[in-house]
């Protein structure tokens, strides 16, 4: 049986990840200027996960924000550049260093264009996970099971995800770009919340 532990506000002291810890986040809608941030799901790897609830605008969360701007923990997530962006507008830390388990998938799963967490899952680990639960109501005074397990269960296989990916990338050759796309990550975000969304600034 998995653990998933629910704190209030931010994480408990001297809680340690190892060198990866997977993030994935909770919030009001898709856009981080409107939409407040409600739930940060973090876990090892190991099945245990610990998810951190925040009432409106109260993010001095300083465990957490530490962990985040760690330099010797890998924050491991599925589409970081969402999270990353509203951690960053939420908590006024820029996470790093990041891996994104969509990127690494669109770099060597060029034979389909699924790159969703449930297709990840699926595809290369064989778990059957749900999103029912994706567009609920985050910001509730109380979550349900049903939202408790369906956050947890968005990080609890990132690291066998990435594990899969890393073999990929490497049989294909694309691991050095694999990283300096995941380096880049966070000034993607920068430029999301700064105004340039949907610009590919390496266009012409
Ligand atoms: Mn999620």
Redesign the pocket.
């Known amino acids: 049986m998995v653990g998933n532990h629910l704190h209030h506000g931010d994480l408990p002291a001297g809680l340690s990840f190892g060198d990866t810890v997977a993030i994935?986040?909770?919030t009001m809608g898709l856009l981080p200027h409107r939409d407040r941030l409600c739930l940060v799901?973090l876990s090892a790897g190991d099945g245990e996960t610990h998810l951190v609830k925040f009432g409106k605008g109260a993010y001095d969360a300083p465990n957490l924000k530490a962990l985040l701007a760690d330099p010797k923990v890998v924050k491991l997530f599925?589409f970081g550049r969402f999270d990353i962006a509203v951690l960053r507008h939420s908590l006024g830390v820029l996470t790093g260093p990041v891996y994104c388990t969509k990127i690494a998938s669109k770099l060597v799963r060029t034979f389909t264009d699924r790159h969703g967490?449930k297709d990840l899952c699926r595809d290369l680990i064989g778990i059957e996970i749900s999103k029912q639960q994706?567009s609920s109501d985050w910001g509730a005074a109380e979550l349900t099971d049903e939202q408790l397990k369906?956050?947890a269960s968005?990080?609890l296989y990132l690291h066998k995800l990435r594990d899969k990916l890393n073999e990929m990338l490497a049989r294909e050759g694309r691991g050095e770009i694999a990283q300096a796309c995941f380096d880049f990550l966070p000034h993607r975000a920068l430029l999301d919340l700064a105004g340039w969304p949907e610009v590919d600034i390496f266009a012409h």
């Open positions: 994935d986040t909770e799901q599925h967490l994706q369906y956050a968005d990080v």
